[in-house]
């Protein structure tokens, strides 16, 4: 019997380069993600700081002057903690596309995987078949041939 061959293995060999590719992608936009996330944590202890160290010298006394110059620093922190945060949602939401790409790739792949299963078991099914057929004929064959020299 001729050798297993399944005709979308072309096909499954592009789903799964695509399937690679598209993991690959998810994989360097979780990075930004979590990179984007240091930098907004970052940009809140920054923010945090400020704010203690006015909170310290309003207590020791502090010029109006030099309120008026914490109080524009922390609304300057507070716009860029606003800013980072807008980045943050942004690559999270170029995330979740970018997961829900992977998923429907792989919802694909594994279609085309489990034909292949369904044909490769119906392939070994008839294999198997074949062979009991022809080891029947060899034992039918060996039979008359002992019923003959008998």
Same mark, same amino acid.
């Not at 202890?45 to 310290?56: G, L, V």
């Not at 860029?80 to 690559?91: A, G, V």
């Given at each position: 019997?001729?050798?297993?061959?399944?005709s979308l293995d072309s096909v499954l060999s592009y789903k799964e380069q695509v399937l690679e590719a598209l993991q690959g992608e998810h994989a360097a936009i979780l990075a930004q993600v979590r990179e984007q996330e240091g930098v907004l944590e970052a940009a809140? &202890?920054?923010?945090? @700081?400020?704010?203690?160290?006015? =909170?310290?010298r309003k207590a020791?006394?502090?010029?109006?002057? !030099?309120?008026m110059v914490y109080q524009n620093g922390l609304r300057v922190l507070e716009r860029?903690?606003?800013?980072?945060?807008?980045?943050?949602?942004?690559?999270r939401k170029k995330?979740?596309?970018?997961? &829900?790409?992977?998923? @429907?790739?792989k919802i694909d792949t =594994?279609?085309?995987?489990?034909?292949?299963?369904k044909?490769? !078991?119906?392939?070994?099914?008839?294999?198997?078949?074949?062979?009991?057929?022809?080891?029947?004929?060899?034992?039918?064959?060996?039979?008359v041939r002992a019923g003959i020299s008998a």
């Open positions: 019997m001729k050798k297993f061959k399944f809140w &202890q920054d923010y945090r @700081d400020c704010d203690a160290e006015y =909170s310290r020791e006394g502090i010029t109006i002057t !030099d309120a860029n903690i606003q800013r980072e945060t807008d980045k943050l949602e942004e690559l995330e979740d596309a970018k997961r &829900q790409e992977v998923v @429907d790739a =594994s279609s085309i995987e489990k034909l292949k299963e044909k490769l !078991d119906l392939y070994n099914k008839e294999v198997a078949k074949s062979e009991e057929v022809l080891i029947d004929e060899f034992v039918s064959s060996a039979r």
